[in-house]
């Protein structure tokens, strides 16, 4: 696996793609090469932190007030890499982010020139060498980002790609919308009218919980609507999936049920991103220890884990 480092990478672009989501770019040398599923840990440069620390303690905080002051300028923020490409010697790496607290409202305020800097590539990619032809992308919410960038890699080795992209409603879907308005609004089809996924031939289907855009429903019923009237053969067919745990769970599920191999991103958060605090575990299936499980941790052996491996029913794990 490739080694990591601290980058101090310039803002190429912050642009805001729609209600709460922006996409990053930022220009770096010497990012080692990465593949998607892996991950970045984002923090203020150095020469930044008073004025996070200042932007980061004002405004309306709970009573932990000196927890934050230390804590958050000091800890990094997960994002997985949503593409990237050379340009020169340097590379341009894409972040997609959703505005939840005061780490990415503090991004989404960083201008073309801004410094940044970026821990990474992190963690393990997703697995994409099996001979299986046909591989379907599930993600909801900011599930969405790795998978932009696995379309392009699915394209490149010839795998027939398919892109299951959920949303609460249409304006949090990080996604440009050519055509129609509301494409397919069956699920039974597939369309080529997101312009991201567009770019490596990566059909959608789209889903909205609201009815706003797509077919009208959670993108796991989508995607059961869509495997019913388009069946691919289990021995085919690798699903991945990336998005709020439960959307997971039911992916998970659905392909066990089928006997379809699934590949799942989680998230967790994260202090270190490189396995020192032990603060990012996952419970597994692990044969070979006394309960038949164990922990591993999110940040060093995932996040990217085989669906079947994970305990979806532990209390350990976010409902
Ligand atoms: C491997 C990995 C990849 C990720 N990729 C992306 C991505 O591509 N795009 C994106 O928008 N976000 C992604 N995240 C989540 C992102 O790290 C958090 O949204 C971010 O750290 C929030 O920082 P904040 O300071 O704005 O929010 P905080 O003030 O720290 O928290 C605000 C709210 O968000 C919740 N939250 C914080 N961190 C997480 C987390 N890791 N998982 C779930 N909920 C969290 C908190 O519980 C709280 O409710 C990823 C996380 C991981 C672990
Ligand atoms: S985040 Fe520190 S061990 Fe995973």
Known sequence: MSSNKINVGRV????Q???EHYRLTVRLAGFAQAEAGQFVHLSPT???LTEYREFSTSGSWDGAGWLRTVANPMLRRAF????????GDDVELDVIYRVVGKGTSWLSRLVSGSSLSVLGPLGLPFPIHSTKPHAWMVSGGVGLPPMLWLSEALAKVGKKAIAFCGAQTADLLAVTMSGERSPRADAANATLSAKEFAASGTPVVISTDDGSLGFSGHIGAALTAYHKAQSCDADDLVVYTCGPERMMAFVARFCFDRGI???VCMERSMACGTGMCQSCVVPVRDDDT?????????CREGPVFSAEDVLWES???AK
């Open 12 to 15: 190429v672009a912050n642009p």
């Open 17 to 19: 793609l729609c209600r």
């Open 46 to 48: 150095a020469d930044m």
């Open 80 to 87: 997985s890499i949503a593409g990237m490409r050379a340009v």
């Open 261 to 263: 191999e699934c590949h």
């Open 290 to 298: 006394d309960g038949a499980w164990r922990y591993r941790l999110c």
């Open 315 to 317: 209390p350990a794990m």
